[in-house]
């Protein structure tokens, strides 16, 4: 399979996805009266990384996900993407996505699935036979390209999907949901994709329920509750557990545990790590959002 793919036409400095003090208001039919969907959002997602924006339902995610995309326009703000506005069509060129609920033509087979978006974006003749058959070989359906995708099993039709996504070799991915209805065996190769992707130097902006998974791939996560951003960071650094510390050692005996602080200085055992102890990400989120 390929793995070498055009170099980055833009600088390791410029943020693939940049939002700054994004809101968006909705007006409700019929009343005087608006919705905030999105209340002065700003965030940065650098080349390269996974990035998971979270939240619970009607949290906002979606409708900044669209404002990345250039499907919604804000009320205020602005984003770009590779420091180009999103509301600029040239933006969408280094840009594949992946809806919650993609729709594809059933009786197309998988590599006329392929063809039908590489024709979308110009591709054509033999360049986009190899591309094809490239992708279908990348998410694991290259025996199952010429069924019909009305005999894709879920977990196929979202590979078919992450295909589609990656015609035109994007270097950014826009993914929702990814995982939906797919069975652990699926959800587990979706999951080995994107972390292929990122090998690859794609940058990937995630939005998932499946906080287990996030807790994963993504190098940053940003949680947003009531339209509003509430934390963000280095995954790491926000499930790391305060005023605590884990000291890992090599051929430590029992008795040597029993006296660490005094001990570890006069035997052979020495130390490893040490770190800050990590709660699961579905805890923290829960806790920050206050739904525990």
Known sequence: ??????????????????????????????????????????LSVEPGQVYG??????????????????????????????????????????????????YFYKYLTGEETLHFYGKLCGLKGAKLRDRAKELLNLVGL?????????????????????????????????????TAGVDPAGSREIRDLILDFKKRGITVLLCSHLLGQVQEICD??????????IREGRLDDLISIENQTEIILENASP?????????????????????????????YFLEVTGSK
Do not use: C, W
């Open 1 to 42: 399979m390929p793995s070498d793919r055009a170099a980055s036409p833009f600088s390791v400095s410029t943020p693939a996805i940049s939002i700054q003090n994004l809101t968006k208001e909705f007006s409700i039919p019929f009343k005087r009266e608006k919705v905030t969907a999105v209340k002065g959002v700003s």
């Open 53 to 102: 924006l979270l939240g619970p339902n009607g949290s906002g995610k979606s409708t900044t996900m669209k404002i990345v995309l250039g499907l919604v326009s804000p009320t205020a703000g602005k984003t770009e993407i590779f420091g180009r506005d999103s509301a600029d069509v040239e933006s969408k060129e280094d840009v594949g996505f992946l809806p919650e609920n993609p």
């Open 142 to 178: 290259e025996e199952a390209a010429d069924r019909r995708l009305g005999g894709y099993s879920k977990g196929m039709l979202q590979r078919i999907g992450l295909a589609q996504a990656m015609v035109q070799e994007p270097h950014l991915l826009v993914l929702d949901e990814p």
């Open 220 to 229: 940053r996560i940003g949680i947003l509750h009531r339209g509003a951003l």
């Open 255 to 283: 008795e040597l545990l029993a006296e660490i602080q005094s001990l570890v200085a006069k035997t052979p055992a020495r130390i490893l790590d040490q770190r800050k102890p990590h709660t699961t990400l579905e805890r």
